[in-house]
Each structure stands twice: as C-alpha cells, then as structure tokens.
C-alpha cells in the first residue's frame, strides 16, 4: 500500500528535466518535496526530519547512485534512498538503497567516490561478459557499469542494493 503510493508517486516526475525529490512519511504522504537541475538536488530539510525516512529522487539520465547519493545517505541516516530513472531504450528503472542494521557507512562524497571507482574493474568484467542489452550502446555501457559499481560497493558495506524494471 505505502510502496504503491510511492511508486505512483515517483512515476510522476520519472521525466522530468530536473531532478525531483520527495521525502515520505510511514504513511506514504510527501513530507518535503524538492525541485533541483538536471544533475542535483537538495532537500534543504533538517537532518533530523530526514532520518529513518524513505526518501527518493528522479536521475536523469538512467543512472545509478551517485558518490554524493551515497553520501548523503549516511548524512541524513534515511531507511532508504530510491531513483526512478528512465534509460535511453525508454525503460524505467527502480534504484533502491536500503540502511543496514549496524547502519549506513559513513562516507564523504570524496571517499565514496573511491570505492565506487574501485568497483570499476571489476563491472568493466561483467559487462565485457555480458554484451549490449539496449539499442543505445554507450548509455547501456554507463546504466550497468554504474549499477555494477554500485552492486560492488553495497556488498563491501553489506547495503541492500536492488535495481528492478518499473512498467511505465
Ligand atoms: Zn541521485
């Protein structure tokens, strides 16, 4: 019930131009909502109104967490952090990030950066493994090396990571 609230809620700005925000009570209602650029987005919420929230926010270019996503996540100690993208076939995707039981890894986006680059040897191998699953070859390259890189990071920090098909 409050995951489809979310999601009919995240389908709404799934196209947007700019990033859109929202930060969801247990109910579901849109506690905060924001509107950024094409690449960013801020909340400017207090810290203690994120925490323990599902917060979620369009990407716009079909990708996965950011360095700064991760970051943040931390920061504002939210249950969980969500994108709703649309790739360049047309597909929309559900990034969601959830908060471990001994909590999230506290990383400033210039550490996150570095384990997300570490992982990138090892999503270059995959995907060499994989072959082209999009008509867009050089966005389906970036989409899953972005998600693989992710997948590397989230296992190291023991995260719960999930990228799912969003028909829409
Ligand atoms: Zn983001």
């Not at 400033?108 to 990138?120: D, N, P, R």
């Not at 994989?130 to 389906?140: E, F, L, P, R, Y």
Request: hydrophobic share 40%.
């Amino acid at each position: 019930m409050v995951e489809e609230r979310i999601s009919r809620d995240e389908q709404s700005f799934v196209d947007m131009p700019v990033e859109h925000g929202r930060v969801y009570d247990a109910a579901g209602n849109a506690i905060y909502r924001a509107v950024g650029r094409e690449y960013t987005l801020s909340f400017g919420a207090p810290r203690a109104d994120m925490k323990d929230r599902v917060v979620t926010h369009n990407h716009t270019n079909g990708t996965s967490f950011s360095a700064k996503d991760l970051a943040r996540a931390g920061y504002f100690d939210v249950a969980e952090l969500r994108i709703i993208t649309r790739d360049a076939t047309g597909q929309a995707w559900l990034y969601r990030l959830q908060r471990p039981e001994r909590g999230w890894p506290r990383l400033k986006e210039t550490s996150a950066q570095i384990y997300l680059a570490a992982g990138e040897s090892a999503a270059a191998k995959r995907i060499l493994g994989q072959g082209a699953t999009s008509t867009d070859a050089v966005a389906d390259f970036v989409n899953n090396a972005m998600h693989y890189r992710m997948e590397h990071v989230a296992t190291h920090f023991g995260l719960s990571y999930t990228r799912e098909k969003v028909d829409c």
